[in-house]
Structures are given as C-alpha cells and as structure tokens.
C-alpha cells in the first residue's frame, strides 16, 4: 500500500510462495503431507479444505511459526528455514484466533504493532489504519468490547499495517455477518490490486470463487489446485440436478447406488453425482421416468467437487 | 396422574448414588488430568519432601560457629586461654585475627564476621593486678537473634572455663570483665532487623510473580502466535517485559523503605543512593528469575507454583527469618545461590551500619552474576517458534 511495496523491490521473483515437499507431524501423527504449492504475486490464493486439514499448520510453516519436518521453500524469495525473520518483516499474519491483546485499545493495539515493525510514525500509522478500516470513534475501545466483524477489521489492520508484501489470513471470516464478509473480501481485492500476495484459508464456497485460485487440502494433502473452473475440470464428475417434490425417499434410494458417489440437498434441488459417467446414468434410469421430479444434467457446484475430493480423501487416508 | 408419574420416573429416573457417581466421576477425571501435568504431579511430591528436609535442618535459632574476629593487641597465656575457652562454647569460631581497630571495624561493618574480640594492651598485667580489666565483644546486632544467643552465653560458659583451667578463682569473683558491645542494634530490636529484610523479601514475592506469568498469560491468551509471527527477539521480548516492572517494584521498595523509617524509626546510615541503585538491581535480578520461570512453565498455575516453590527457600535461608551462619554449609551455598541473601546483607549493611559500595563488593557481583544467569536462560529458553 502506499506506493505499493511490489515497487521497491524490482527484481522481485514474480512467485511469492514456492514450497516442495513439506512435512510437519504432530505427536507421530502427520498433519502436512509432502505438500508443494506456489503462489503468483499478486494473486489471490484460496486455501480450501475441511477442519484438521493441516491449513493452519501449513500457514503457519510459511510464516516461520513451525519449522517443518522435511521440505524446502521459499517465501518471497526468502528460505523458509533459515530467512524466517526476513520473512517474518515482509508478511502479515492473520490469525484464525483473534491475537491481538483484549486488555488493550484498538489504537494501543495498532501502534504496538507499528513500532514492532519500526515504523518511524507509529501514531501516525496507526491513525491513518483506523481510518482506512472504519474504526474511527472506536479508537479507544478495547479490543475485547470489540463484535467480532470489528475485531476481524482490526486484525487485518494489524497485519497490513506494517506494508507487507504477503498476507496470510487463516480463516479470516469465520463467525463474520455476510455484509462484513463482503466487505472484508472488497478489501481484500483492493489490496492485491496493489501488489501484494494473498493467502487465505476459508470453509466458504462463494470465497473460494472469489480468489484467483485455489487449493483443496485434506488430511495434510493437497488434492486439486488451479482456478475454479480447472478444478471443476478436472474433478472429471457428472452430476444431475433434480427439481421437484419429496426428495427424501429419492435420496435415501440413490445413496450408496453402484454409480452414485455423493446426493446432496441445495436448497429445493438435488445434486446427484459420480466419477463414471455411463454408470451415473443406469444408476439413475429407473427415476427419470417419474413425473415427481425433473432431471437436468449440470456441472458440479465446487462444493459436490470438494465434498466428492473430501469423500475419497477419507477413503485413501482413513480406510 | 398415577401414568404420568411413572412416565416422567421412568423418563428422567434420578440414577441411585447420582451424587457420589457423579463426583467419582469428576475425582477420575481430576486424578487423569493431574497426572498428565506432569510439572504439578513433581511439585505436589517434591514440595513437602524438599522443604522439610532443607528447613527441617537448615534453620537454627541458636546457631554455633559464628565467625569471629579477634584483635590482639598483646599476646599472652591468658590471651590465648580466653580464646580457647570461647571457641570451646562452639558459639564462637574465630576465621581473622587482625591488629588494628580500622581492620576490626572493617570485617564487622562488610558482614564478613559478626562478633569481633578484643583484649587490650596490658590486659594479662591488669588481672593480676587485681584491676579487673574489660574484655571487648563486640556483637553485629543487626541480627539479635544471631547475636544474642551467642552473648547470653559468653559470660558464664567463659568464666566457668576460665576458673577451671587457670585456676584464677572461683565464678563468684571474676579478675575481668565482659564487656559485650551490640553494635548496629544496640537495643537488640528486632525491627531494626526485621524492616530491613521485609524490604527484599516483599520485592522478592512481587517481582517474581509479575514476571512468571508474563509468557504463560501470552501463550494462554493466544497472543503468543501473534507476537511470534512478528520480527520480535527473545532478548527483545524480555526487556520489554522486565523494564516496566523495575519501574513498579522501585516504586513498592521507595514505598516500603518510607513506611520503615517513618514508622519503625528505622535509621538509613549509609548512602541512599547506594541503597537506592543496589535495590534497584535486585529487583531486576528477581524479575529475571520470574521470566525465566515463565520461559519454563507451561502454564499459570505452574508458573505460580515454581515461584512459590523460589520464594519459600528466600524467606527461610538467605538470613531474613533465620540467622545465616547458624545454617550449616550445604544451606549456606543454597543461600549464596538466593537473591535476597545477598540483598539483606546489602540493605541491612546500608541501612544499619552505613556501610558503602567497597564493604558490598561480593553480594553486588553475586545479585549482578544471578541476574545474568537467569537472562542467559531465559533467552535460550525462550521458544522462536509454536513447534
């Protein structure tokens, strides 16, 4: 922000996060598995995956917080392993739990921050964040008196404050009303427009389209990475969409049916898919016929795609 | 109403013993709990065991072989008999002797002795002249349970054996006198002693536990993962929790050392700013102790426990409660290793007998080395990362 700190340093590689192989377990239990992903400058990563996927864990190895296991990688051009306090200047971490100090005010909180980093005004700065993130008239409320849409505002404040180049948010809305999450992603936008890398975890599918890509994790593998659409792509899964009444005998019947891999309820609709096409299709024959319900094939939601991946994750790595 | 009842008993039937099932259950999962902190589960065992054992035999309030000086000024068979016969009360152990008042003086006022002797010129000449000459003890009264006991013995032991082994007469009619000289104290009050020592024992509760909770209160607060992904060092985090704390506790010990003289009419003999700087260093030698505590703990309770476990052994063996050279040496070298052992000598030193920065050399560097020690560990303690 403020002249961008993309134009301070021009041969910056034009990869932020560049990570081969890495591993973290916790207690014998691997929580990253052989993990390797990069992450364009100035795009919006999406970090999807269900709870204990090794999100946090993997966010939290890219900012220095965990050292992992085997693996190697940069982050802005910065070794994981040995630059972490290079890193550490350079990226704004946002915690899935608020972290910033309840017994303290909003500008108390800023202007810590600010002069952790060393910034020459920490007042100043951290006058000019309460305006730019709305909480002017609350600067001198705690953070603890804080709902939690302003405490989410405040975090990313804290963690932008200092001009970073890379923005890890780990699951930043969680527990946020949808007007403050809309905003929250605006901002969001408005960042990476000028310059800076965006990393963000989130359990919410309309988040996962907003990013510029995405990476589905589960139980420590990534399984899928790309845009929204070459994921659905290459999930390679055929799905009927079914209108009408009383879906509930329909569903009970299709679960479990050779062919059938996932039916799930949207709304007044139901998603029927599975991998194999042909199968998919006498799976379903009998049913089309009933008047009660309308079948239409559809492409899969990203959600039957993510469900179907978290599905056959369980299989490989449970069963 | 008949079917209703046994509806709702059979619905929601109260189990026979719910109580007492209910709180087996609670004291199973209480006992689990505890034996996965594994830190809790060794103080709870070595808590009792260790202190009754070290307090057990360490404190002593007729404490024996108390260092003496003795200042000769001539050398005599009776002399040396009087000597004999002191040491042999074992209250006595003589480590100087020493020929001039200013030595003498020195060796009482730095704490390197507490009692001094001394038999003056002419001293053998007088008593058979039938003169009846004076035998100087002087006594650090600072301490007056150290030195009373000492010197409520010294006159008949030494005359019994005196009359024994010289043959001068019998007890009733002794050829000299004791002079005993409570020096510091006179009037052996115990405030004198007392308020001086209350001065580092408070500091010593309070600075501990400010700064023992400080990384704990981090990590159970979540801030740590905050504070950790930020460009902060170790050494960084530690002053920044340390520094307000020398502000606070400087505050309580000007605070503490205003109600002594105000109230208990204790004297400050020697230089403020002395007392003022040494005090300040202690206090910053205890707040390192606490924040290496909290590099250790793994959470609150803990953290309080260690430092209760720290502040016990303070009180008992550094010479606030008990008299130190009564203790016998293995509790001595625990002692050494407390800081208000050296910071009593030192406020004791400044407050009641004036003594300056050359007299305190040796507890100066001991408070500086144990505040070093305790930055080196917690510095190297401190955990970089959430692994």
């Not at chain 1, 000028?194 to 990013?211: F, I, K, N, P, Q």
């Not at chain 2, 050494?235 to 003289?261: D, N, R, S, W």
């Not at chain 2, 000598?345 to 007998?353: E, G, N, Q, W, Y």
């Not at chain 2, 305190?360 to 505040?371: E, F, G, R």
Request: with cysteine; proline share 5%.
């Amino acid at each position: 922000m403020n002249g961008g700190p993309t134009s301070t340093q021009p041969n910056a590689p034009s990869i932020a996060i560049d990570v081969k192989g890495l591993t973290k377990s916790f207690g014998g239990r691997e929580v990253v598995h052989d993990l390797s992903m990069q992450v364009k400058r100035g795009s919006i990563y999406g970090f999807l995956g269900p709870n204990g996927s090794g999100k946090t864990t993997t966010i939290r190895i890219l900012c220095g917080l965990l050292t992992p296991d085997s693996g190697e990688g940069t982050c802005l051009g910065y070794d994981i392993r040995r630059d972490a306090d290079k890193i550490k200047r350079r990226v704004g971490y946002m915690t899935q739990r608020f972290s910033l100090y309840q017994d303290l005010s909003v500008r108390e909180n800023l202007e810590f921050v600010a002069r952790l980093y060393g910034m020459p005004d920490a007042r100043g700065a951290a006058r000019d964040m309460i305006a730019r993130i709305g909480l002017k008239g609350r600067e001198e409320q705690l953070a603890a008196n804080l709902s939690g849409g302003w405490k989410q505002r405040l975090a990313l404040g804290a963690c932008t404050l200092p001009n970073p180049q890379l923005l890890l948010l780990d699951e930043p809305t969680a527990g946020v009303d949808p007007k403050a999450r809309r905003d929250f992603w605006n901002e969001i936008h408005a960042l990476a427009a000028e310059g800076l890398t965006v990393l963000v975890s989130t359990h919410y599918m309309d988040e996962a389209e907003r990013c510029h890509e995405i990476a589905y994790i589960a139980y420590g593998h990534l399984l899928a990475h790309g845009t929204v659409d070459e994921v659905i792509a290459a999930s390679a899964l055929s799905t009927w969409t079914v209108t009408g009444d009383d879906f509930n005998g329909l569903m009970a019947e299709l679960t479990g049916k050779p062919g059938v891999d996932m039916v799930a309820p949207f709304g007044t609709s139901l998603h029927v898919s599975g991998r194999d096409k042909a199968a998919l299709e006498a799976a379903i024959a009998p049913y089309r016929d009933n008047s009660k319900w309308h079948w239409q094939a559809s492409e899969p939601s990203l959600e039957d795609v993510f469900i179907d991946l978290m599905g056959r994750s369980t299989d490989n790595f449970q069963g | 109403m008949n079917a209703t009842d046994t509806m709702q008993t059979s619905e929601a039937r109260e189990p026979r013993f719910g109580f007492w099932r209910r709180s087996y259950a609670m004291l199973v999962k209480e006992f689990i709990q505890l034996r996965r902190d594994r830190v809790s589960f060794a103080m709870i065992i070595m808590l009792p065991v260790m202190q009754l054992t070290l307090f057990g035999y360490a404190i002593n309030t007729t404490p024996r072989n108390l260092p003496t000086a003795v200042l000769t000024q001539e050398d005599t068979d009776l002399g040396r008999s009087i000597l004999k016969a002191m040491e042999n009360t074992a209250y006595f152990h003589f480590v100087r002797e020493v020929h001039t008042v200013e030595e003498f003086d020195e060796l009482l006022q730095s704490g390197k002795v507490l009692f001094g002797v001394e038999i003056p010129r002419g001293f053998e000449r007088a008593v058979r002249r039938g003169d009846k000459p004076a035998l100087l003890v002087a006594a650090d009264a600072t301490d007056p349970v150290a030195a009373g006991s000492a010197l409520g013995a010294l006159g008949p032991l030494v005359q019994t054996a005196l009359a024994h082994d010289l043959h001068i007469g019998d007890p009733p009619d002794m050829p000299f006198e004791i002079r005993a000289h409570a020096r510091y104290n006179p009037a052996a009050d115990s405030r004198l002693n007392i308020v001086p020592g209350l001065v580092g024992t408070i500091l010593t509760m309070t600075m501990l536990i400010f700064t023992a909770l400080s990384v704990t209160r981090e990590i159970e607060r979540g801030t740590m993962e905050s504070l950790l992904s930020m460009p902060i060092k170790p050494v960084e985090v530690m002053f920044g929790k340390i520094i307000p704390y020398v502000l606070v506790g400087f505050i309580q010990a000007t605070l503490i050392i205003a109600i002594g003289i105000l109230l208990f009419g204790v004297p400050v003999l020697g230089s403020l700013t002395l007392l003022a700087l040494l005090t300040t260093l202690f206090i910053t030698t205890n707040l390192s102790i606490g924040y290496t505590f909290s590099t250790i703990v793994q959470n609150q309770l803990q953290a309080m426990q260690l430092s209760m476990m720290f502040f016990l052994p303070s009180i008992l063996l550094s010479g606030f409660m008990f008299p130190f050279a009564g203790m016998p040496v293995w509790a001595q070298y625990i002692g050494e290793g407390l800081p208000l052992t050296h910071f009593v000598r030192i406020v004791r030193a400044i407050m009641l007998k004036g003594a300056a920065m050359q007299n305190l050399q040796y507890d100066t560097i001991a408070l500086v080395a144990l505040m070093l020690f305790a930055m080196t560990v917690a510095v190297t303690r401190f955990r970089r990362t959430l692994d």
